[in-house]
């Protein structure tokens, strides 16, 4: 435990440098409020050398409200944060669907793979709230999360568009049977991985 540091209340009452801090610590000034037991969304506010000199009962049922404030605000909100109206997530679904086709449009190179249509693109995206991602892939909320799922040719464009584009004599487009989807639910962040060529 780090040493007490000296208050003007130590300097007023004459105390000594090298005074046992073996003793046990002076009854804070303010205390925890008490919940009234429904919902504690207003903790009291403490600076570091008011929780320092907490005893420790007070000091752990502190850190326990907070806790249980914690996981009520991301029970409430989904991911601890606001709960977003259907219109925003839907212009932001659009938004990240055309910065997505235009990433991906912009992988689209000639390479000899493009002859058998296996050349790889990849495109790692970030979303500001899960709803969004759920819109714009047209999944349901799971109950439990998941990490990849493969969606198939047809409802990838539906989704994200036709992505093609033009070389010299010919265009390249997505190949493949579908599109692996990777989402990491934590970090609000997805993969897409595929294939393109002629």
């Known amino acids: 435990m780090p040493p007490k540091r000296r208050t003007h209340d130590d300097d007023a009452s004459g105390s000594d440098a090298g ?28 600076t570091l050398e008011s929780l320092l000199t907490l005893p420790h009962d007070e000091l752990a049922k502190h850190a326990y409200d907070l806790q249980t404030q914690l996981s009520t605000l991301q029970q409430r909100g989904g991911s601890g944060g606001e709960v977003w109206s259907d219109d925003k997530v839907a212009e932001r679904a659009k938004k990240t669907r055309d910065v997505c086709a235009a990433e991906i449009k912009k992988q689209m190179k000639w390479q000899p793979s493009c002859k058998t249509g296996t050349t790889k693109w990849s495109y790692t995206g970030i979303v500001p709230h899960e709803d969004v991602f759920y819109k714009l892939f047209g999944f349901e909320k799971p109950k439990k999360a998941w990490k990849q799922k493969k969606i198939d040719m047809a409802d990838f464009e539906e989704k994200i568009g036709y992505i093609s584009n033009s070389i010299r004599y010919n265009n390249l487009r997505i190949t493949g049977d579908g599109v692996k989807v990777h989402w990491d639910q934590e970090e609000k962040t997805f993969k897409l991985t595929g294939t393109y060529g002629l």
């Open 19 to 46: 005074s046992d801090f073996s003793a046990p610590a002076p009854a804070p000034a303010k205390r925890v409020r008490k919940s009234s037991g429904t919902t504690a969304l207003a903790p009291a506010s403490h």
